[in-house]
């Protein structure tokens, strides 16, 4: 969060984070990590449990951690009003401070900065693009696949009538990140006149979402191919199916927890 602490500030969003730990221990680590935004002692684990994220998996007798919360990010309005959250099963797991902009804000993504791939082929621009600038230990990101199709197109989404070619994205198999399944946004009903099947297409620009969450616990870098499939059409007619392959570079390092181990 501090890394894109410039970001969340110039989108007029304000940073708090909360724990049980008492003021002294967090000064010390805010003096030690350089953080800038407040750090807050929920001494007694009141608020959490209030909020209903405390940790019932940790022994009571265990003093030392007895009080953690299940750690995660709550989005909230200027009303005071829960629009988002980002929570995990694994506690080591946690968004980047792009993914919470990104996929958290609906904030864009600086194209100048952004790590990706992209080819461009008649009336469809397909670009892969990371939002983060590294993955650490523990990390989740996203992978955004845009498919920008010129006025008029579009590409099928599922189901689709046998003949007809959807739109899938793949990922090859990356030691030390786990790639979870494409996200595709909602497909809009279209028909052709004179044709009696029904299609589910998208148009614009059609955005799908591959969550990586790395494992790595090295200053390095790993490749993430990207495997692209669409059929783009007109009302009129299509184009031959496309298959296209991206290649994101993304640098990697561990966690602070495991820097600190180190």
Same mark, same amino acid.
């Given at each position: 969060?501090q ?8 989108a ?43 940790n019932? $998996? ?7 951690? +007895? /009080?953690? *919360?299940? %750690?995660?990010? @709550? ?21 980047t ?7 958290g804000?609906d ?8 790590i990706h ?17 590294a ?5 989740r990101?996203?992978?955004?696949v845009? $498919?920008?199709?010129?006025?008029g197109l579009?590409? +099928? /989404?599922? *189901?689709? %009538?046998?003949? @007809? ?16 399944e ?56 299509c184009?031959?199916?496309?298959r296209?392959?991206?290649r994101i570079?993304? %640098? ?5 927890r ?5």
């Amino acid at each position: 969060m501090q890394n894109h602490k410039s970001e969340f500030d110039a989108a007029g969003i304000e940073l708090f984070a909360i724990s049980y730990d008492s003021v002294d221990v967090l000064s010390t680590f805010a003096k030690a990590y350089g953080i800038e935004y407040p750090l807050l002692a929920d001494v007694g684990s009141n608020v959490i449990r209030e909020f209903g994220i405390l940790n019932t $998996l940790v022994d009571a007798a265990e003093e030392e951690y +007895y /009080g953690i *919360p299940t %750690p995660g990010s @709550y989005l909230a309005g200027t009303d005071g009003r829960v629009v988002g959250k980002f929570f995990h099963r694994e506690y080591q797991v946690r968004e980047t401070g792009a993914t919470v902009l990104h996929a958290g804000f609906d904030l864009p993504i600086d194209p100048a900065s952004a790590i990706h791939d992209a080819v461009h082929t008649e009336g469809v621009s397909v670009r892969a693009e990371l939002a983060a600038t590294a993955l650490h230990t523990h990390q989740r990101a996203y992978v955004y696949v845009h $498919l920008n199709l010129d006025e008029g197109l579009h590409v +099928y /989404g599922e *189901p689709i %009538p046998e003949g @007809y070619a959807p739109t899938w994205v793949s990922t090859a198999a990356t030691e030390g990140l786990v790639i979870g399944e494409p996200q595709y946004p909602a497909t809009t009903p279209f028909s052709i006149e004179g044709l009696t099947e029904q299609f589910n297409v998208f148009g614009g620009d059609v955005k799908i979402a591959l969550p990586v969450t790395s494992e790595i616990r090295e200053v390095g870098t790993a490749a993430i191919d990207v495997t692209v499939g669409y059929q783009a059409c007109t009302d009129q007619m299509c184009y031959l199916p496309q298959r296209h392959i991206l290649r994101i570079e993304v %640098p990697t390092a561990p966690s602070v927890r495991e820097a600190r181990k180190e």
